[in-house]
């Protein structure tokens, strides 16, 4: 099976072609500045020099993250491209993972966890710890151990810490910035030769072949970036945001252009009832002096019913959701309630997403035909 792989995410644009575990070709250019010019020219080289064409790949596979914000983004349009057109199956590869891969040939695979760092700048590393299963000839599948990490170097020692129960190997840029830092922590841990410690896009084709194996792949769709650190202009939206107890002149502010503005579904009656409830709490995101969202939650013994949240239509997707989930959960917390349910409509794959791969709500039942007498909502509870 011919594989052919890339990866854009640091300062190395790489491409690879291999047939299952064996590299045909593997070339690789150090500008990070050039990805966008250098990598079509790239696959076409990789492609030519192996006398194949992309009717002859069997699997695509891209570095997805974490990264260079835009180094990503070129990598994964690239790859999204020649699915559609070929309708060749995709695997997305963390950048954490593939370094990994760069030590599985010589780590005891058994009893040895694999760390893999990358600088973040500042004190700051994103961090994945890993562990390998073997199957067949003795390569590994990758088992998480931990969440991928963006944090500060200490608070990401302290995480290890808790995990590690077995020898440990550090690869990546990140192990060699705090070497002396890690060997005073672990002192009898291991750590990869420099030539290991930048991401490859030969080891993102070691990945896909296992996860090919496991029937981890899907169509273009299925790839996206991981952000574990948000861009400079993300941050800086989001700390012009404001979250606060909502009021009676907030409501009269909104009530014109409700329906509108924010969504058809709620109805401004229904929420003037609710926030007049003695058992409610709510709370309002304003950005720029505008009520941009509002969030509420309705405490029925030791459970906060989440009752709406709701951003501006122009404004989703700014993180203003987050942030006023994340106010609901602190207040819940502080008047010691136990749990959080709420109901999300089941075509809203932003909002599920957010529910379950930011804050861990599970999913616990469904009710049919709860939106407009159409759509499906599905039940979702978070332990606090």
Same mark, same amino acid.
């Given at each position: ?72 983004? #070129? ?20 950048s ?21 760092? #990358? ?25 998480n ?13 302290s ?24 060997? +005073? ?13 930048? /991401?490859?896009?030969?080891?993102? !084709?070691?990945s896909?072949? +296992? ?7 899907g ?48 109805n ?11 058992? !409610? ?7 720029d ?45 502080? /008047? ?11 075509k809203?794959?932003?909002a ?9 709500f ?23």
């Amino acid at each position: 099976m011919k594989i052919l792989s890339i990866d854009t995410s640091s300062k190395i644009c790489g491409v690879t072609i291999s047939d299952n575990e064996k590299i045909l070709i593997h070339l690789h250019n150090y500008d990070e500045r050039t990805h966008s010019v250098k990598l079509m020219p790239m696959i076409d080289k990789a492609l030519k020099d192996t006398n194949l064409k992309l009717d002859d790949i069997s699997l695509l596979a891209v570095c997805i993250g974490p990264g260079s914000f835009t180094g990503v983004r #070129i990598g994964i349009a690239t790859i999204k491209a020649f699915a559609d057109v070929k309708n060749i199956p995709v695997v997305g590869i963390s950048s954490l993972e593939s370094l990994a891969y760069n030590v599985s040939d010589y780590v005891n695979i058994e009893n040895t966890l694999v760390c893999s760092l #990358i600088d973040a700048k500042n004190d700051n590393v994103y961090c994945g710890l890993y562990s390998f299963k073997p199957i067949n000839s003795g390569n590994g599948v990758i088992c998480n151990q931990i969440d991928m990490l963006a944090e500060n170097i200490d608070i990401t020692i302290s995480r290890i810490k808790e995990a590690l129960d077995n020898n440990i190997v550090f690869v990546g840029d990140g192990s060699e910035v705090y070497f002396e830092k890690l060997k +005073s922590n672990f002192p009898n841990a291991k750590f990869a030769e420099s030539n290991l410690n930048l /991401q490859d896009s030969n080891s993102i !084709s070691k990945s896909a072949l +296992s996860k090919y194996s496991q029937k981890l792949y899907g169509n273009s769709s299925s790839i996206s970036p991981i952000y574990l650190k948000k861009s400079q202009a993300e941050r800086a939206l989001e700390e012009k945001i404001q979250i606060l107890p909502m009021t009676s002149k907030d409501i009269e502010i909104i009530t014109p252009n409700f329906q509108t503005e924010f969504d058809e579904f709620w109805n401004i009656n229904n929420l003037k009832s609710d926030f007049e409830n003695s058992n !409610s709490t709510y709370y309002i995101a304003k950005l720029d002096g505008e009520i941009v969202g509002f969030a509420g939650f309705l405490k029925i013994c030791d459970e906060a019913n989440l009752m709406n949240i709701v951003t501006r239509i122009s404004k989703r997707h700014l993180g203003i959701g987050k942030k006023l989930l994340e106010s609901i959960i602190e207040e819940a917390k502080k /008047q010691n309630l136990k749990t959080i349910t709420l109901e999300v409509n089941d075509k809203n794959i932003y909002a599920i997403n957010l529910y379950e791969r930011k804050f861990n709500f599970k999913r616990i039942g469904l009710r049919k035909k709860y939106y407009n007498n159409t759509d499906d909502a599905i039940l979702m509870s978070m332990s606090l």
